[in-house]
Nanobody, 115 residues
Framework: QVYLVESGGGLVQAGGSLRLSCRTS????????MNWYRQAPGKQREFVAA???????NYTDSVKGRFTISRNNAWNTLNLRMDSLQVEDTADYYC?????????WGRGTQVTVSS
């Protein structure tokens, strides 16, 4: 059974920081490409960041320079460091991977940025 469990969301003022984590089980985390997505109220889910097994990263333009995705293979954990948060970053954040051709999602963690 594959599990992805996010944590670390919360309420923060604009300009602040948060660190999200995603604990995983049921996959070979070391070789899995891992992604963060987010869904703002009333909007479609959108890609935020990705990290490959070799540590290569990719970000959507709106978070470049502010967010940092990382992975801890010893703990099978995916992280997202979010700095200089903006009101527009308010959303539910989801951990995602595709494993053996199946998409897996966590249940999400809520991030609210106040002005």
């Amino acid at each position: 059974q594959v599990y992805l469990v996010e944590s670390g969301g919360g309420l923060v003022q604009a300009g602040g920081s948060l660190r999200l984590s995603c604990r995983t089980s049921g996959i070979n985390f070391k070789i899995a490409r891992m992604n963060w997505y987010r869904q703002a109220p009333g909007k479609q889910r959108e890609f935020v960041a990705a990290i490959t097994s070799d540590g290569s990263t990719n970000y959507t333009d709106s978070v470049k320079g502010r967010f940092t995705i990382s992975r801890n293979n010893a703990w099978n954990t995916l992280n997202l460091r979010m700095d200089s948060l903006q009101v527009e970053d308010t959303a539910d954040y989801y951990c995602h991977t595709t494993w053996k051709s199946i998409d897996y999602w966590g249940r999400g963690t809520q991030v609210t940025v106040s002005s």
